[in-house]
């Protein structure tokens, strides 16, 4: 039985070097960082799902067009990254607005249905699942199971629900996106294995991430289930024009230091060129392994 891999990008204007939103790090994003996987994935075959801000796209339709261009998907990671608009801090209506608004704007800008969601940060609460429905979503992939490193991002306390989610994609329960239950949401949950199978573990550690690799491999060589890799354009980029001071955006000194300071500095590792070669290689890997490079819309969950 053959494998699958989800390579999922996320496409925003967020500037890894503050944290803060900038449009001039979206315009490099468009122009830099999103031909770059591009290229990568037409080197390889690769047909992969990338979650749009709304409001980015809106302002910038070709990144849209020219990513659907190629046959990948066109999918929603929310109207706005702001901290502020978090999935956990917002109603049911509030999230169902936000929701039904941005599918509006990327369905308008593709010209088809979208159907996949993931939240900025992996930040959902109870009501996610329902207003998810509502707004007429099928997938969502704003889970990761059992990994650890939470304690250094926003919204931690809600993830630690983390802890007790199936590993492998899953129908979702009606109140918990983390569990398993009956609802239409199919859950297609990041990888991860203590720690992140995902862009920016791979440019801080190399080395841990072939290690968790590796396990992830052993996992699901012979159950055909999902890896999902998580990426994001602006990691292919560098912003050595902008000398900027954190941008503090947690609400005690202690998270600032966790989820600002010091994660921060950490991301900022091998940006660019580095991570374009390191994450050639994750692909090597799954390719030669003979997975089969998968859309998150056309998974189904046996």
């Given amino acids: 039985m053959k494998g699958t891999c989800f390579l999922t990008n996320d496409v925003e204007t967020t500037s890894i ?46 990144i849209v067009k020219m990513v659907q261009a190629k046959g990948h998907e ?31 704007i990327l369905e308008d800008i593709a010209g088809e249905e979208v159907v996949s969601f993931r939240s900025p ?7 996610t699942p329902r207003a998810l429905v509502e707004a007429g979503f099928r997938f969502d992939s704003s ?5 650890m490193d939470m304690f250094m991002s926003l919204g931690s306390k809600g993830k630690l629900q983390w802890f007790g989610a199936p590993r492998t994609p899953y129908v979702a329960s009606a109140d918990n996106l983390a569990r398993r239950g009956e609802s239409p949401i199919t859950e ?10 995902i862009g920016t573990m791979m440019r801080i550690s190399p080395l841990l991430t072939r290690m968790t690799r590796s396990f992830l491999y052993w996992e699901t060589k012979n159950t055909g289930k999902g890896i999902n890799f998580l990426i994001h354009p602006n990691e292919l980029i560098t912003e050595e024009d ?13 998270s600032y230091l966790l989820s600002d300071v010091l994660r921060r500095r950490l991301k900022q590792r ?6 374009i070669r390191l ?16 859309r998150i819309k056309d998974y189904e969950c046996l």
């Fill in 17 to 62: 070097v503050n944290g803060g939103l900038r449009e001039d790090t979206g315009i490099k994003v468009w122009k830099e960082g999103l031909p770059a996987l591009l290229d990568l994935y037409d080197e390889y075959g690769v047909k992969a799902t990338f979650f749009y801000i709304a409001n980015f796209a809106k302002d910038y339709p070709d």
């Fill in 74 to 104: 066109i999918a929603c990671h929310g109207l706005t990254h702001r901290h502020d608009m978090a999935f956990d801090t917002m109603s049911y209506d509030q999230q169902l607005d936000h929701l039904k608004t941005a599918k509006a």
């Fill in 242 to 254: 902008l000398h900027l001071k954190t941008e503090k955006r947690a609400s005690n000194y202690i």
């Fill in 143 to 147: 889970v990761a199971p059992q990994r």
């Fill in 121 to 127: 940060a992996l930040r959902v609460n109870a009501d």
């Fill in 279 to 294: 994450f050639k290689q994750e692909i090597e890997y799954w390719n030669k392994k003979d997975y089969q490079f998968k």
């Fill in 270 to 275: 091998n940006l660019g060129e580095e991570a």
């Fill in 188 to 197: 297609v949950p990041v990888s991860s294995f203590g720690l992140p199978y």
